[in-house]
């Protein structure tokens, strides 16, 4: 049932998308914009579906050309060989649609077929029947191009596309524990009391594993993770702010009263160095409507994986350069010298601290198996952190000692070691 609905649904979502012409530009036909769409709609759906779809075109084009077959017979029943027989004598409909799909798909004449010139003496009276025939077969050629150049661009694609799956939670891990991955809840007591006040700041994870884990040749080779955060262009200007002016505090030693031009210019270049450039757009900017986006790179720890093979967890540390905090916890890390607040040292204190829109993930790696480049994607929103949690384990080995991925663990979580972890009922 949930397959018949699916499929119902990729139908009508075709229908939707060919008769969308009012979306396309003002500047293209009707008959492009359809074009457009049918070809924007197949890379959409699934292979099965467009194959239903170009086989009840193929039929459409066939009973079509039987329509004008049809009509030129009757003029002149002698430009139709039917075994010998004029078109008439036996069912037209049957022999019209014969010899139209023989035509159309160019696999030569069968029972039925045109009169050639030794059986015909006024060729002239068969001429239409002749402008027909070669017209189906040329628009036979032209369909079987374009039907196997959208299958071809489909498989080019699925090769294109990383065999890769996200999580799709985001998980934060803070106080003491952010960086214990054991499974024991023991820990070495210190003696030393100052350092046992030292908090390290959070550590956000999301994780994504190579679905071609068992098969041979399945890695992903110069495998890299992009990762861009969006946020409020209000936020960026903070950022920007406290950056050049923690930077500028630490040449004091320059006893000019002013900051000259050139030194306002080398304090942007240190932001750019330790954040990365701020790249903004604004939907459209002649309208109070238009929503304007910021986008700052975000560093993840390890973001090349030379051989890519089964399990790879992302790294992002919450500290005084992360785009993802707000400008107060930024300023009281790096007051605490690079450590996080012991007051903020809660879940729902990291949460308030975390400002951020969406956080755009790109992969990108060379396939092993076919030597193309490969990429893939995943957004996350604010609403897929959890705060406190870690992700379970995914590898086991099997009873013959092969180490094994469960793919359907890479969403489960779990409270991070020490406890602390927010209520998830409540996100």
Known sequence: IHQKK???????????????????????????????????WAFRANFGLVFIVCLLFYFL????????????????????????DEFGAVNTFTAGFALA???FSTVGYGNTSTQSSNSVHELGNCALITIFCSVCSFTGVLYAGFAGAIFFSKVSVIQCRAQ???????????????????????????????????VPCPVLEFRLVNLMYNQMYGEIVDAKLN????????????VIQDNVRS???????????????GKWMKD?????????QVITFNEDPSSPLGKKRAFLPMLIEASDHPFFKR?????????????????????????????????????????????????????????????????????????????GYQFVTLLYRWNDNTLNVDTSLINDVKEQNGGGGEALNQQ
């Not at 075709?14 to 500047?27: P, Y």
């Not at 084009?61 to 010998?84: R, W, Y």
């Open 61 to 84: 084009i066939i009973l079509f050309f039987t329509a004008l077959i049809i009509a030129a017979g009757q003029l002149d029943k002698t430009c139709i060989n039917i075994s010998g």
């Open 6 to 40: 699916k499929g119902f649904r990729g139908i009508l979502d075709f229908i939707r998308t060919v008769f969308s012409v009012g979306k396309m530009e003002t500047s293209s036909s009707t008959t492009n914009a359809i074009f457009i769409n049918c070809i924007n």
């Open 311 to 387: 399990v790879w967890v992302a790294k992002h540390i919450l500290n005084e350069t992360s785009p993802l905090l707000s400008a107060k916890a930024r300023k009281l890390v790096k007051r605490n010298n690079g450590f996080w607040p012991e007051h903020l040292n809660n879940s729902e204190s990291v949460r308030s601290c975390i400002k951020f829109n969406q956080i755009v993930v790109s992969l990108t790696g060379v396939s092993n198996i076919s030597g193309s480049t490969v990429y893939s994607q995943k957004v996350y929103d604010f609403v897929n952190v959890n705060v």
């Open 164 to 198: 890769v799956l996200f999580s799709d939670p985001i998980v934060i891990r803070y106080g003491k524990h952010s960086n214990d991955f054991a499974d024991s809840d023991d820990e070495e007591e210190s003696s030393d009391d100052e350092n046992t006040k030292k």
């Open 101 to 103: 799909w023989t035509t």
């Open 247 to 261: 930077d500028s505090h630490h040449s004091k030693k320059d006893k000019t009263p002013n900051i000259t031009l």
């Open 268 to 276: 942007i270049h240190i932001f750019q160095k330790k954040i990365g």
């Open 227 to 238: 990762c861009v955060v969006s946020i409020n262009p209000e936020d960026v200007e903070s």
